[in-house]
């Protein structure tokens, strides 16, 4: 009996030995929460559609500055690898050649053709283009036109049509169309263009029409895009699907009035077929955040532009859950969703221009590789397309992305110092500079017709003397001898202080994206004339500050060399007492800011923007100078001025203490 019960006692010890080595360890794991996979983002929400509403919480969000890389293309054997040869684009960049057209019907194609021809990319001989374009268009019995002779399979070509492909050149071509099905898109490859209207404008455009950020008692909370046009207005306490008619068994009448035109809405729900995508620019411009519906078509410019940040993405079938996630968004999240819709609209979409300059900005980007536009450069204002490459691809060395990158502007700058047809070396003006603590070279642009002097003033700093060649776009030009971001631009009449001088680049530290100086302008419309008109009479008001005595950024020599149009350029070598009004302008278009004013300590005359070789004494104005503002508003199809008055002044500038207290004395020296 002793025997049997020692071995029933080892049998269960074997058994709950068994047992515990094989339960012990699935315990424990069960008591320990797991870690999360390598690269899962922690802390957001775990829904059950998320599968479907994975816009609201963007799992795997990419840094700002990780550049984007091209998807592989769904169902297609034609990749940007494989159906583009980019040897050809190495020596002279992207350079663009327009096949020719064959009797287009419609106006579209000239205005594609206008466009590019103003632009950098464009050339007139073959053998320098690495692309090729052809604008494809019906004949008038509504065919499609026969291909150019230079096709050659299509490799290195680009079909662009601003309107959705009527004509389908595929293989080896890439396609560039607007709103293209998903299901034929291939990512990394073809581009999404955005749906066009037929007037929409070739330059310029219309800006944002949002005017109030947060939701006045007024505003329409969700405007839903009708398939046969118009939009219909839906309340906050819809409980069923507003976006379908027959899914709510008892609507209001008042929830659903029709309007051709776009009320002012916090939301813009869109339906996903194709034909909603005209709703899209709509919304878009109006500031109202666009809710997509499961859409089926391809975002314009999915490439680069994060969408998450601007519109919404959401499933058709779950109505609960997209309303319930409307309402209950965050007031600051729809601020942010707002504001970059009109960021967004003005930076790429407000004209033809800026969507065929974005079209080949993108495909250049694919040609430079790893040394492309970074999201952050593409995403933020002011845009990819004024972060020109051929300055920089670092975002800390462009003057908008200081707060982004954390970093400031650098303690020192360089002085410029424009010396006219007739002008004599500015002796006193190179000691006055030379004494700031904050001046690291100057630099003389001699573009007088006297010969140089034989000996300059010694100074504390390096002193460089350029030859010029008489243009007054010679102040602008990107001088490689330039070692420092902050420029101060003079002209050899001006007459300043070291004290006015290190206060003026105090202040510019804290604008660096805008021009900081003493002598102003402003701008005005003339309702006698129909046309607008500066004054350079000393006011409250302004909207430009004179380059002859202002603080910048120099990367803006960069954009008025490489970016603006030829024609404005040559409009300035013309009119040389233009340049400032061009300079200004520039400016005020990149930033949608005015200029920074700061005071003088001594009386200096009032320019005028007419006298012979630059600005003079006088206060008159000229129909000729007031010309040349009309004609810069055409080029750049809005007025882009933005006026102020606001002037920034030192600390007990005008206090009555001691002088002997104040920082910058000479200012309050008459």
Known sequence: MQPCRKSLWLALSASWLLLILLGICPLFRLAVPPKPPPGHPQGWPHWLDAAFLSSFSQPGEPPEDAPQLPQAPRGSSCSWGTCFDTSKCRGNGLKVFVLPLAS?????????????????????????????????????????????????????????????????????????????????????????????????????????????????????????????????????????????????????????????????????????????????????????????????????????IDWTKAAIIADERLPQQVLAALREMLPGRILTLRQQTQFLWNAYFSSVEKVIHTTLEIIQDRIWGASAHSSLLWNSPPGALLALPTFSMSPQDFPFYFLQ??????????????????????LKLIQAVAGSRHCAQILILWSSEKPLPD??????????????HRKASDRFFPYSTISTSAILSLDAHSTLSTSEVDFAFVVWQSFPERIVGFLTWNHSWDEARGGWSYSAKMANEFSMVLTTAAFYHRYYHTLFTHSLPKALRTLVDETPTCVDVLMNFLVAAVTKLPPIKVPCGRKHPEPAPLAP??????????????????????????????????????????DPVSVQRKKYRSLEKP
């Open 104 to 304: 287009p019907t419609s106006e579209a194609p000239q205005r594609i053709l206008a466009s590019l021809e103003t632009s950098g990319y464009h050339t007139p001989n073959t053998s320098e283009a690495c692309l090729l374009l052809f604008l494809p268009s019906l004949d008038q019995r509504g065919v499609c036109q026969p291909l150019p002779p230079h096709w050659s399979a299509g490799k290195n070509h680009l079909v662009l049509s601003l309107h959705p492909a009527l004509c389908t050149h595929r293989g080896q071509v890439m396609v560039a169309e607007a709103s293209p099905s998903a299901d034929i898109f291939r990512p990394g490859f073809d581009v999404a263009l955005p749906l066009l209207p037929e007037d929409h404008p070739l330059q310029g455009g219309a800006p944002g029409q949002l005017q109030q950020h947060s939701p006045h008692s007024g505003a329409v909370w969700l405007a839903v895009a009708e398939e046969r046009g118009g939009w219909r207005i839906a309340g906050i306490q819809d409980s069923a699907c507003p976006w379908d008619e027959h899914c709510d068994l008892h609507p209001r009448p008042q929830q659903t009035q029709l309007g051709e035109m776009l009320p002012n809405a916090t939301f813009c729900l869109i339906p996903g077929h194709r034909p909603a995508t005209s709703h899209f620019l709509q919304a878009l411009q109006a500031g109202c955040i666009p809710v997509l519906l499961s859409p089926r078509w391809e975002l314009p410019f999915s490439e680069v």
């Open 455 to 468: 000996r300059w003033p010694k100074t504390t700093v390096p002193l460089t003397v350029i030859e010029g």
């Open 613 to 654: 070789g630059g600005p003079g004494l006088g206060s008159e104005t000229q129909p000729l100078g007031q010309d040349c503002i009309n004609r810069m508003v055409a080029e750049f199809g809005h007025m882009p001025l933005v006026s102020s008055r606001v002037r920034l002044d030192p600390v007990l500038f005008k």
């Open 405 to 426: 990158q954390g970093s400031h502007p650098e303690s020192r700058f360089s002085a410029l110092i424009w010396v006219g047809a007739l002008g004599q070396p500015p």
